[in-house]
């Protein structure tokens, strides 16, 4: 392995077409603790380069087909999902993000989520980076999170209490992309199944510096009731809140474990998609709620809809934000590591990982 030469070893000296002959891109490997630097304190650009990214994905230059789920019947909770993705404008790659969840890391102490990431070459199709992924998976979930919450609550006052509803890596990460895009709060409510894993989150919180009164909350009504950003990170596979009169007090709700809500919530609220076709699968609470009314019309529109006008959210219902998480997100946070890592001159490349170069030797 050898750090690289970064304008030899980047690829996009070819895909952003450079004169030059084609040639295969050396092959790195960009660990855990390079995506981390990479990411870290940089919490407002990356969810402004996912708000361009939504904004390619919406205008079609993007190709990002379903996410293919491969399921075991001898671990039923466990899975791992293949996003292959392709994202033009000034990102111009391809991939796949290939990311395992075994719910039951967690008592073992480990993460439920692991993942890679495979950057492609735009003009040879040769990959030409493999990055550690969990990173940039939660990286780009909290900025579409804090996206949304931004532009969900611009008609009505901004949220001052936040509730988090599922207390593992993902709300960790919210958090921290809510606070680096300057959001500060009165009162912060956990709710966990686990007092472990809420008195971990409490932990998190105190040592980041967040100001406002902590309170870990035993009932799901009073952490909702209490909370005008609620953010839904459990790892539940079906309904398990259906009263709408908890939501009474209309709040943004971020629902990015997707399966917590029953329809009657959604059919309450104004509802906001990442993208209709994909959100409307898998049984997520949106697909449940298309099941049940057979038609789409309880849905208001994506989050780029809101973003370029074309929807307005009213204050007088809850908003509920149900991201399916899209492989174009991933890339484009990943291409970003990349040249991040690239620039800073430690770039491994992994020399001959490509061999057989020539057709007939
Ligand atoms: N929409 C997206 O783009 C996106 C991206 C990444 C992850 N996610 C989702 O985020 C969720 C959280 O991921 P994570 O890595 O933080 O998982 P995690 O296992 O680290 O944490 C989940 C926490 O939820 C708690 N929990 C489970 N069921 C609960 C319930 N019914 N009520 C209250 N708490 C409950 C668990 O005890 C655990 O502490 C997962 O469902 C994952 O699929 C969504």
């Known amino acids: 392995m050898s750090a690289a030469d970064p304008a030899a070893a980047h690829p996009a000296a070819t895909a952003s077409g450079r004169p030059g002959p084609v040639t295969v891109p050396p092959f790195a490997v960009i660990t855990g603790a390079q995506v981390q630097h990479a990411l870290q304190g940089r919490e407002r650009q990356i969810t402004e380069l996912v708000e361009d990214t939504y904004r390619l994905h919406s205008a079609g230059d993007s190709v990002n087909p379903p996410s293919y789920f491969l399921r075991f019947p001898d671990r039923p909770s ?30 073992a102490g480990l993460p439920r989520a692991s993942a890679v990431l495979i950057l492609n070459d735009h003009d040879t199709g040769y990959p030409f980076a493999c990055l550690e992924s969990s990173i940039i998976s939660a990286t ?3 900025a579409s999170a804090a996206l949304a919450a931004d532009w969900l ?13 599922g ?26 199944l686990s007092a472990g894993s809420a008195a971990g989150f409490r932990g998190y919180l105190e040592q980041s510096g967040a100001t406002g009164q902590i309170t870990v909350h035993h009932s799901a009504e009073q952490l909702i009731r209490s909370s005008d950003l609620v953010v839904f990170a459990t790892i539940a596979g079906q309904p398990h809140v259906s009263d709408l009169s908890w939501f009474g007090h209309n709040p943004v709700v971020l629902h990015m474990s997707l399966r917590d809500l029953a329809p009657e ?13 994909h959100c409307l699968k898998a049984s997520t609470s949106p697909h449940l709620a298309e099941q049940l009314t057979g038609s789409r019309d309880f849905l208001a529109g994506t989050l780029e809809d809101v973003m ?10 809850p908003a509920v934000f149900s991201p399916f998480g899209l492989g174009v997100l991933d890339l484009a946070v990943g291409k970003y590591v990349y040249d991040q890592v690239t620039r800073s001159g430690q770039l491994h490349v992994i020399d001959d990982f490509f061999h057989e170069l020539r057709r007939y030797g």
């Open 78 to 107: 466990a899975r791992i999902i293949a996003l292959p993705a392709s994202i033009g404008g000034p990102i111009r790659v391809d991939g796949l993000k290939w990311i395992s969840s075994f719910p039951e890391n967690v008592a």
């Open 140 to 142: 780009r979930t909290a």
């Open 153 to 165: 609550s611009r008609s009505r006052p901004r949220p001052a209490r936040v509730g988090f509803f």
């Open 265 to 277: 919530i959604l059919l309450g609220s104004v509802n906001v998609v990442d993208d209709v076709e």
């Open 167 to 192: 207390a593992g890596l993902i709300a960790r990460y919210i958090h921290t992309f809510l606070a680096g895009n300057g959001w500060s709060f009165d009162q912060i409510g956990v709710h966990d």
């Open 308 to 317: 370029a006008g074309r929807v307005t959210v009213p204050a007088g219902r």
